[in-house]
């Protein structure tokens, strides 16, 4: 083997030759090929694939549709009914897109939910965790300035409202928001400025996601049971075992995304947003996307105007130091009898805030959202950081193969072979 | 990695000439899989191709009437420069009168248009997309009459077919119908 290549396994002659000189396949090899995962993830690991598959239909409609989309006060609307009624399937590649932006929020919710009852977060995974709530604060940015190209009512009011929350902050608050603008009202700069940056943050994010997986892939992956893989005898090889797992799960999210797509492309959108933007009438009952009721109904709830934009930034932060917040070393809520039901409590808490942010802001959702914001903070500030303490874990298994293969005997002898190249 | 378990160990459904069920399972699976891929990606391709809108466009009516003889017109069909020339007896005699073994791309004048007093032609060089000048009357016609593209030097006659320089082919002639004796609709 010459100086300065790579020594490569490949058989494949060409393989072999450019993976010598660039082991991107023996990088594959390891990291999806032979790479070690416990062998007991249940479905709720599927939904990192998912996201990922998700990304990437995301980014490849919205190339398709920017190719018909035009981003000026006079024409964006329009230019939206044209993609809808002449281009060629444009009505299916903004639906999977409108939709997909649904999609990817259903599926990161859960993969947040899962990564909280599984503790996820916790060491050696903090910046793993971290750099997820990085992810999923630029899907926000994302997915607010794509909401507002169509420049419908709701675009154009959402856009307005939003923009307005930097206006609480005291002394540059104005200064921020004419920046932000680009001018004096939201206009013509601004839906420029947020169809460039629409188009620019998917790629950032993908940039974060491959941090987010390559710092997975020095930890490993927690399992359900929250406990360390201890040998080969807890592990399988990713492929086939979760590249075919990974794949049932893409079967389901297809057909859930399919029947949303085919037959309810409107269910999760609000029919204001095809009146075109009108800067001198606000509709009478705006709303956000679905996905950021929760956080909207806590800016609703606190009954001053620099607090609610904290206490909303604020919902989002504190996930950056739950690894702190929570004391308990123990990783999965199977063998946390108190912290289990006070999660449940959590996840109520957060659909009640959901559902209250839909609704206008009279009593009495304003007082329910009160209860589950103070809740919200409550379970992260106060109950996580004292069940560490307070609570008595169950016992933990020894190993994750020993209720499965009862002793963790060794694996047959054929299943330690070398590994089969892939090519 | 030690731990990996490799495809080639046995399997559920045993090798009997060297095929299993695992290698039937993964064929199967494949080809849905790419199946499945091709549908997904055409109405990506498929929403590149001209809209509903740009086919709606696609028919430019013209009256002709404007038209003196020896005069000469320009309209716009699909995007494209359409040149309408009424042409004069001697320029339809020239056209005529050339012997078809002198054309690079041989064809009758009398095939190239419905009416011989009225050449249609899309006015683009079969070389590399330039405009041809000679709609104008102050235009240089180049040496036979018709067309100079000044791009590259080609030169057509009066019936659009090209005598001399690189273009490899005649200005084509598009789909068009006279709707009455003074009204074409081209395309």
């Known amino acids: 083997m010459s100086i300065g290549l790579h020594k490569s396994d ?13 082991p991107i396949f023996t990088m594959m090899q390891k990291e999806y090929g032979t790479f070690p995962t416990p062998r007991n993830f249940n479905y709720f690991w599927n939904f990192g694939a998912l996201a990922m ?5 995301m980014i490849a409609t919205g190339i398709f549709l ?142 974060v996601v491959f941090l987010h997986v390559a710092a997975l892939h020095i930890t490993g992956s927690n399992n359900p049971l ?48 095809y009146i075109p933007a009108n800067p001198l009438v606000t509709p009478p009952h705006i709303v956000p996307e679905w996905y950021f009721l929760p956080f909207y109904a806590i800016l609703r709830a606190v009954p001053d105007k620099l607090g609610g934009v904290l206490m909303m930034f604020g919902s989002i932060a504190i996930l950056f130091v739950l690894p702190w917040l929570d004391t308990s070393p123990v990783r999965s809520m199977r063998f946390r009898p108190l912290a289990r039901p006070f999660f449940a409590v959590w996840v109520v808490s957060f659909f009640v805030l959901l559902w209250c942010g839909g609704k206008p802001a009279e009593e009495p959702y304003v007082t329910i959202s009160r209860v589950a914001a103070a809740y919200y903070f409550l379970y992260f500030l106060v109950i996580l950081p004292l069940l560490g303490r307070l609570e008595r874990p169950l016992p933990l298994p020894e190993s994750i193969s020993l209720p499965v293969l009862r002793g963790g005997g060794p694996l047959p002898a054929g299943a330690m072979s070398k590994p089969m190249e892939k090519a | 990695m030690a731990d990996s ?18 290698d039937f399972l993964q064929l199967v699976a494949g080809s849905f ?26 028919t430019t009516d013209v009256d002709l009437k404007p038209i003196a003889a020896g005069a000469a017109i320009t309209v716009v069909w699909r995007g494209k420069p359409v040149f309408v020339r009424s042409r004069t007896e001697a320029e339809i005699k020239a056209a005529r009168d050339v012997p078809m073994s002198e054309l690079k791309d041989p064809q009758a004048d009398q095939d190239r248009v419905k009416k011989d007093q009225w050449l249609v032609l899309i006015g683009i060089c079969t070389h590399l997309g330039c405009i041809p000048l000679g709609q104008k009357a102050t235009d240089e016609r180049g040496p036979f009459g018709g067309y100079f593209c000044p791009c590259h030097g080609s030169a057509y006659d009066t019936s659009g077919r090209v005598r001399q320089g690189p273009a490899p082919l005649n200005l084509p002639v598009p789909t068009y119908a006279f709707t009455s004796d003074t009204q074409i609709r081209i395309g």
């Open chain 2, 5 to 22: 378990l490799a495809p080639t160990a046995p399997q559920h459904g045993a090798p009997q000439d060297g095929e299993t069920r695992r």
């Open chain 1, 53 to 57: 598959i998700n990304l990437l239909i």
């Open chain 1, 226 to 273: 929250g406990i360390d893989p201890k040998g080969p005898q807890d592990t399988l090889p990713f492929h086939p075992y979760y590249t075919a797992k990974d794949s049932v799960g893409i079967v389901a999210y297809l057909a859930v995304f399919a029947l949303i797509v085919f037959f309810f492309p409107n269910a999760l959108g609000h029919p204001d947003n």
């Open chain 1, 66 to 207: 920017a190719m018909n989309y035009t981003a000026h006060t006079g024409m964006a609307f329009d230019s939206v009914e044209r993609i809808m009624r002449d281009v060629n399937y444009g009505w299916l590649l903004r639906y999977a897109h409108a939709n997909g932006a649904s999609m990817f929020f259903i599926v990161v919710y859960i993969h947040i939910f899962r990564g909280l009852y599984y503790g996820s977060y916790k060491a050696p995974r903090e910046l793993l965790w971290m750099l997820g709530v990085v992810i999923f604060l630029l899907m926000m940015a994302t997915a607010f300035m794509g909401y507002v190209l169509p420049w419908g009512q709701m675009s154009f009011w959402g856009a307005t409202v939003i923009t307005n929350l930097f206006s609480a902050f005291p002394l540059v608050g104005e200064t921020i928001v004419t920046w932000l603008w680009g001018g004096f009202s939201v206009d013509n700069p601004t839906l420029n400025r947020f169809y460039s940056l629409h188009y620019l943050m998917p790629f950032v994010i993908f940039g």
């Open chain 2, 33 to 58: 899989a790419a199946v499945g891929v091709g549908a997904m990606v055409w109405p990506f391709i498929n929403s590149m191709n001209p809209a509903k809108d740009v086919l709606a466009v696609s």
């Open chain 1, 10 to 22: 490949f058989a494949n002659p060409v393989i072999r030759w450019v993976d010598s000189r660039l």
